[in-house]
């Protein structure tokens, strides 16, 4: 039955309406935290957040309080984001909300605040994110193309020479000389140099374990501040690192140099090496044609989508950086009915986002061919992966190396793999002893390999006399 309403009875429903909605608003629970473990009073979570290897713990509380979960260390939440699709949402989409970072206490004594990758959104990072963003955009990163060749030629020439020597030495020398020679325009490092000028190894340890947050006294304890500003004592340590930076930074500056390249970056994109640890002739190997004769070069990079395939599942798999940097929520977020607050650390849990079940199926499974479609080309990647790279991090903070460390690992791998087969070391019985994948080290935010044989066997007995005519 039709029954027409006058303009009057409109508007009391409309009244009526407004009325119910306000009271259901009031009526509805306030957004919360998303789900996490509990903690004890006053210090929340910290007992329970270890200060090594922590990506394994939040693998665990992602698998138990799903992609969006909180803990509390001392009042401060931390939110941890195990999704791609969540990481989209809030990190890249919601970017110009979560690109601050948190404060962190003693890397500031360490680097005298002029770290820009840990700095907070304001002038510094972003001129030099600009200046750094120039030099190392996809398009610029390519003029360091020959040098990438030619260092990842020198590296399989010493594996040749030295197989006595640690292949983590070898693979050492070989980003830190990238670095020294993309960014100060230096000569190449010698594997045997032990005084070469660059860093150590373990150089970086301070730096990398003070830029979790709570990875200090000083940051879980953050009233203990002013003490330690005003006592020199209490600095020494990270005042002599200081030093020993500053004069390494120095001398890489003042050395003479080959050609000058970037000298203005400012010296945090150094410490980026220490993470680096198709088309229409796809779905051919280096062997299977005539290229397969001679080193593979960056112009035979489009025709070998196995080894495109194969370094997106290496970083995929095992993510050097498997918490990523963190980022703080600039204003409160509402998402999927939770809260991040204002001031919430908010930590991308990479190893299980680049495990994301409705990305990458079989995710603790190393299977390069997943980014292989059934024509052997490189598969159009799914939303959220950001190209099936979800290592580099996210929004505006996403790595400003990205490109110079895909290129470093492209090429490296596919020489790698024209000259040597991997095999692993004879045990006693004469079985081959395959290494731990799951054996790590880590510094609090990348995490590497512990040390492991392997035994490589020169794919061409002529390898040597190759090398040589690729170097002339
Ligand atoms: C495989 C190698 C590398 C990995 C896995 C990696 C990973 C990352 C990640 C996860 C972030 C944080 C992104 C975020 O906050 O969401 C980052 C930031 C950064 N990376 Fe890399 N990185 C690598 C190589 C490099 C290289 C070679 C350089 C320098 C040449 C570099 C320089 C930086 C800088 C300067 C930032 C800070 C950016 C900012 O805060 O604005 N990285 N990287």
Redesign the pocket.
Known sequence: MYVPLSLGSLVLLGIAFAIRAIAAIRTQPSPQLPPGPKGLPLIGNLLQVPSRLVFLKFVEWSKEYGPLASYTVLGQPVVLISSAKAAGDI?DRLSSKT?D?PRLIKLAYLTHSME????NRGSF?RT??RA?HES?NIRAAQKFQPIQEEESRIMVEDLLRHPDIDIAKHIYRH?SSI?WR??YGHEAIDLRDDKAQVPSENFFEPLFSSAIPGGSIVDIFPFLQPLISRSRFLRRHSEAWYEKANTFFINAHTRPQVPVHLKH??E??????A??SANSHCGQSPDNDHRGARIPAFEDLEHLPQVEAIVKEI?RWR???PT????VAEEDIIYNNYLIPKGAVII?N?WSICRDPSLYRDGDAFDPSRFLDEKGCIRKPPPDSHDDYL????????????S???N??LIAVAQLLWAFDFHGVKGEQGNEIVPDPSAFWDNGV?VWPKPHQVRLVPRFPDLFERLKSAAT
């Open positions: 990190l690109s970072r820009f990758a840990f700095a990072w030099q994110r750094a190392l980003s670095a993309v960014l970056i400012f945090v994109v150094y410490g980026g090496h993470s680096i970083l993510p050097p950086t990523g940097v963190a980022h991308p990479t290592v580099f991090g996210h929004g505006r903070r996403i790595c400003i190396g990205k110079l460390a895909m470093t690992l990348t």
